[in-house]
Each structure stands twice: as structure tokens, then as C-alpha cells.
């Protein structure tokens, strides 16, 4: 299919890759009306061993896995790997079977194309015979091999081993016993018109109703547990095991679009490979003081390190790193009402910032904030604000205590401007969305990346869903976070060349937080608040700003690939400093990395630059003011 749209773009690509990067100008600029495209679905294969290559393939997003004749994996590449180069310089059949392991868009250089720039280009062939081989084996150190623990990469949802076991609410309880006893499980789900409305548990069933002498032809609705706490397919077993542990349940149903996919339990998880991370989360749990939580959480160092050199991937490993995080915080919060008593009024306990997107690195501040329940007034009673001011600023000193140093910026539930009632909340919001200026758009950018974590969960629904209506229908206020989102330059230079700070504490460095990651977060942001998302984590806002049509596909998987380059370098920059006994940082030396390292930071430095364009042409802010 001839490619006739977004040339430059692909120019553009085409020139941070090799081996077309040292391609002459004139050169790159024809090249992107000669090639073609072509899609891959997940499992399908791309190149056949024994094929006759007719052509050089090139990934534009997605990425593909190299095998040999036995079915070991050979290499492995993503974004600017190329397909069939070796073979077709070569003059031989393929030699390897290569498959999408993701949906994988393509690029294609015919052969004789591919020809003509050898031709006048000679340094392509040498190109194909030595180095395309190392380039395929590391283009996406995310995809390494996964030699970690099945409770990291497990999905919830690959523990599901059967359909659902559901009866309606108006069964009896002998019945639903019967259908329990029959099918051999411990727990039946009861379901109305395709909605979850509860779940019977044999504990159900001992506590309830035997010890509690009534009648089994009583309905199943008049003993079942209402509301049951549910989980989604895509969560970790970790952050599963964790659920289940703080709340002292058996039995988690899984749902999707509002329906129940499948049950796990406790006995599912026991299955898993009892990895270090989830003996931690356990041990915080049960942690009986501060101190206790402290020198428990001390080991997660120790553990990131593992999983970095095991090759986990920066997504799963901030995974692991934030339910860490979240176990802390909120077994701190327990400990704090242990101490002072049940709270006055209702409350909700926020996360912010990192944490809320499950993307936490090494020793990140704390942020963090409180919502009361409108029944504490515009202005609280003495006492009920003593009780929170209380329990905020312990909840913080144990947290630094642990090793989460304090917000610079006071964006903690200790500031009395973020431990306010619901209603108070709900005027911040509006006051940030209707009056943009940059302290506002500050304030927005952290307190919108938010979950919740302790207390009331409607007060923290009621709270989303308000910014959530009034973010998407404020075109001034999207504008304005996207211009905030385009002032944050990459360190990059014109001429691609890596920028380093010249003088200083940080000199010959550049901050991969600051000029990368927190600039991908922003733009992820913008887009998703515009698309109406409910997601937080930036992979999460990514896929639902391109299934809005707010973000190209393309785009949309050069950042992602951007995000989890940057995001995997510094896990590994952080890991060898803990390694060599020094306190994690943001900060790399570009003449410590290698020269691939070197060649795809530019390239991810270079998508944030273009994603930034990007942003002024569809937030433009003179034309909203």
C-alpha cells in the first residue's frame, strides 16, 4: 500500500534509527514516498524462515520477537528494528521465523529500493552484515527476557482457570450451596441482569447460617456479603495479594466493562512463586509500630535491584515499587488511628503524583492529601481538625521516617490547604479550571494524578468525577496545561545532540525526571483529561488519548516507547547506584551510557520534542484567550 500521509513524520523516524540516521538530508526526504506499510496482529508472523525476503521490513511501533529452528529466542527488537535486512543483502532465504509479540506496524523498503540506496550508499551493506544483529538483540530493553518472579508478571487474569459460577439473588441458600458443593468451589458469585450485585463464601455459610440456626431455604440475597470488593484482570498478583491481605479476604471476583470475567482466590495466589516483593507487602501489613514498617521497608532497595537485573520491565517494576509504597502509607494510617481513635467524620486518604500512576521510582517525596465529608463543616470543629491535623502529620513523619522525604513543594494532607472538605475540593477544582494561572496549573497537574487509598472511596469517586467533567469541558484549561507541558524542554539540541548541565554539582549530567519522564506525564495528561480518561498512569492515558482520536497512533506508540526507555534507564541508573552503596538519583552521565544507550535517548529526547509541537497545534492558547 503506497504511503501517502504523515511523510514527514516518517523523515523523521526514519532519521533516528539505523542504518537510515546517516543517510544524507536529501536522501531521507524522498525516501518516506517509496515505502509501504503493513500491519502484524499480536502472534502473527512477520517473516517466515525459509521466506524469500522481497523486501526490508522496519518497525514502526510495536515490537517482534527472532527464533531460531528449535524455537529459542534469538533476539528480540521494537521500534527502528529492521526485518530481512541480513538475508536480503545477503542474497539468501530468511533464515530465522520472526512474530509480532505486539500489534506491530510496519514499514517496507522494497528491495529494489533498498538497492539503489546501497548503491549509493555502500556503508548500508556493511551496515546489514555487522551490526543489525546487535541492534535487533537490545532495541527495546523493556521486552528483555523475564527471568523474575511469576508473582511480577502474572496478571490476575491469567490465573482465571474457569467461566464464572454465578446464582441469582433470589435463589436459597441450600441451593446456592448445592451448586457450591457440585462444582467443588468455596464461593458462588450472585449476579443480577449481568451485574455483580454479591458473593457467598463457605465462611458465608458457616458464620450465618449454621452457626446462626436459620433457615437454608432462606434467599441467597438475605446472607450473601454485598458490594464485594473486585479487582481488574490487568492487576499484578502482587497488587492482588495485597487486597486481599489488607482487607482479610478470600475471594476476589475479576470484572471488565462492568462484568464479572472470573474468580481468584487465596489459594490461586499461593500457587505463584513466593517472590521477595510479596513477603515484604505481607510484612508491612502486619507491621506493629513505625519503626517496624521502617526496617521492613528498607529492603525494597535491595529488591528493585533484583528485579532490574532479572529484567523486569519498568512498568511492572514501578508496579511493585508503588504497592510497596501504597502497604506502607496505608499501614501507617492504620497505626495513626490506632492511636488516636475512629476519625470524627468520614475521610478519605489521597495519593498523588507518582504513586497514583503506578509509576514510583527509588525514594520519591511524598505526596498526598485528605477530604473530609461535608459533615465537617466550612469550618471545622477545633477537635475534628486537631484529629486530622494529628493524623496527617503523623502519617508523614512516619513516612519520612521510612524514607519518603517531604514534599518541597507542601503538596501534603499536613498543609492545611489539602486537608479540606469534599465541597472545599470541588471549589479548588473550579477555581484551578476557571482561573489558569501557573501556581493554578501547578496545583492541577499534582492533584489530578490522584487515587485513593484509605477511608470513604465515595468521597474520592464523587472527587474524580468532578474534575473529570469540568477538565474535559474547559478548552482554556486544557490549553493552558499544554502550554505548561511545552515550556519543560527535553535536553536535547538542535542538532540532536545531547544537553548537559556545564557547571555545578550536576555537571556532564542531565535529570531523565525532569527534562523526560515528567514531560511525557504532562503530555499524556493533557490528552487524557481532554479524552474524559479515568485513568491515571501514563501508559493507561497514552491508549485512551489514541482510541479518542487525540493522539495518533504512531505518536502514541513512539510515546510509549519513549516512556518505557527513559522510565527502564533510570530503574537501571538508580539500581547501580544502591549497587555501589549511593543514594538513587535522576541524574545520568550520557558518557557513561553506550553508544546504542546514547543513539535511542535522542531518539526518545527527540518523539517528546515533536509530541510537544504537537500539543500547541491542537491546544492553541492565543486562540482560547
Not at 134 to 153: I, N, T, Y
Not at 213 to 229: F, Q
Request: net charge negative; charged share 25%.
Amino acid at each position: 500500500m503506497p504511503l501517502d500521509v504523515e511523510l514527514a513524520e516518517i523523515r523523521d523516524f526514519l532519521a533516528l534509527h539505523e542504518p537510515f540516521c546517516d543517510l544524507p538530508a536529501e536522501e531521507l526526504a524522498a525516501l518516506p514516498a517509496r515505502l509501504g506499510v503493513a500491519y502484524r496482529r499480536r502472534g502473527s508472523v512477520v517473516l517466515a524462515a525459509g521466506a524469500e525476503v522481497e523486501e526490508l521490513l522496519v518497525v514502526r511501533s510495536g515490537a517482534v520477537d527472532r527464533r531460531d529452528a528449535e524455537g529459542r529466542l534469538v533476539e528480540r527488537g521494537g521500534a527502528g528494528t529492521t526485518v530481512g535486512g541480513e538475508a536480503l543483502v545477503a542474497g539468501l532465504l530468511q533464515g530465522d521465523e520472526v512474530t509480532a509479540i505486539e500489534d506491530t506496524l510496519l514499514l517496507t523498503v522494497p528491495a529494489s529500493v533498498l538497492a539503489e540506496l546501497r548503491a549509493r550508499h555502500p556503508a548500508l551493506t556493511g551496515w546489514f552484515v555487522t551490526h543489525a544483529g546487535s541492534v535487533l538483540r537490545q532495541a527495546v530493553s523493556p521486552l528483555r527476557d523475564q527471568s523474575g518472579s511469576g508473582a511480577l508478571r502474572t496478571r490476575a487474569g491469567e490465573l482465571v482457570s474457569r467461566t464464572p459460577v454465578a446464582v441469582p439473588p433470589f435463589a436459597t441458600v441450600r441451593e446456592a450451596a448445592r451448586v457450591m458443593d457440585r462444582e467443588r468451589i468455596s464461593s458462588v458469585l450472585v449476579i443480577e441482569d449481568d451485574r455483580l450485585v454479591g458473593i457467598l463464601t463457605d465462611r458465608d455459610l458457616r458464620s450465618r447460617v449454621v452457626a446462626a440456626g436459620l433457615d437454608p431455604e432462606r434467599a441467597v440475597a438475605d446472607i450473601m456479603t454485598t458490594h464485594p470488593v473486585t479487582g481488574s484482570p490487568d492487576e499484578l498478583a502482587l497488587e492482588v495479594l495485597l487486597e486481599l491481605v489488607r482487607r482479610n479476604i478470600h475471594h476476589l471476583p475479576l470484572v471488565t466493562d462492568g462484568r464479572v470475567v472470573g474468580m481468584i482466590t487465596a489459594t490461586d495466589l499461593l500457587r505463584l512463586e513466593q517472590a521477595n516483593p510479596v513477603h515484604l507487602v505481607g510484612e508491612v501489613v502486619k507491621a506493629p509500630d513505625v519503626a517496624a514498617v521502617a526496617a521492613v521497608a528498607g529492603r525494597l532497595d535491595r529488591v528493585v535491584t533484583g528485579l532490574v537485573r532479572q529484567g523486569t520491565s519498568a512498568h511492572d517494576t514501578g508496579r511493585v515499587v508503588t504497592a510497596v509504597g501504597d502497604a506502607v502509607e496505608t499501614r501507617l494510617l492504620e497505626l495513626a488511628e490506632q492511636a488516636l481513635g475512629p476519625p470524627p467524620v468520614p475521610y478519605a486518604w489521597l495519593t498523588l503524583g507518582s504513586r497514583a500512576r503506578f509509576e514510583q521510582a527509588l525514594r520519591p517525596d511524598q505526596d498526598h492529601a485528605l477530604v473530609l465529608h461535608d459533615d465537617a463543616g466550612p469550618e471545622p470543629d477545633p477537635e475534628v481538625a486537631a484529629y486530622f491535623r494529628d493524623l496527617a502529620e503523623r502519617v508523614a513523619a512516619g513516612l519520612e521516617t521510612v524514607g519518603y522525604p517531604r514534599c518541597r513543594g507542601d503538596k501534603m494532607a499536613t498543609n492545611p490547604q489539602w486537608q479540606v472538605t469534599l465541597a472545599t475540593w470541588h471549589r479548588h477544582v473550579d477555581r484551578w479550571i476557571s482561573s489558569p494561572s501557573p501556581e493554578a496549573v501547578l496545583d492541577a497537574s499534582v492533584f489530578f494524578d490522584l487515587r485513593h487509598l484509605h477511608g470513604d472511596a465515595e468521597l474520592t469517586t464523587s472527587l474524580r468525577e468532578h474534575q473529570k467533567r469540568a477538565a474535559q469541558a474547559s478548552g482554556i484549561f486544557q490549553a493552558h496545561l499544554a502550554s505548561a507541558a511545552a515550556r519543560h524542554h527535553p535536553p536535547i539540541g538542535f542538532f540532536r545532540n545531547l544537553v548537559v548541565d556545564r557547571s555545578g554539582e550536576h555537571r556532564d549530567t542531565l535529570d531523565l525526571k525532569k527534562g523526560g519522564l515528567l514531560v511525557l506525564v504532562e503530555i499524556a495528561r493533557v490528552h487524557a483529561l481532554a479524552a474524559g480518561s479515568y485513568e491515571t498512569s501514563t501508559l493507561a492515558r497514552l491508549e485512551d488519548a489514541v482510541a479518542a482520536g487525540r493522539v495518533s497512533a504512531p505518536l502514541g506508540a513512539d510515546l510509549r516507547d519513549a516512556w518505557q526507555f527513559l522510565a527502564l534507564l533510570r530503574l537501571e541508573h538508580q539500581a547501580a547506584r544502591v549497587a555501589a552503596g549511593r543514594p538513587p538519583d535522576n541524574r545520568i552521565a550520557p558518557a557513561d551510557l553506550s553508544s546504542f544507550e546514547q543513539r535511542h535517548l535522542r531518539a526518545a529526547f527527540g518523539v517528546i520534542r515533536a509530541a510537544q509541537g504537537a500539543l500547541a497545534l491542537r491546544y492553541p492558547l492565543r486562540a482560547l484567550s
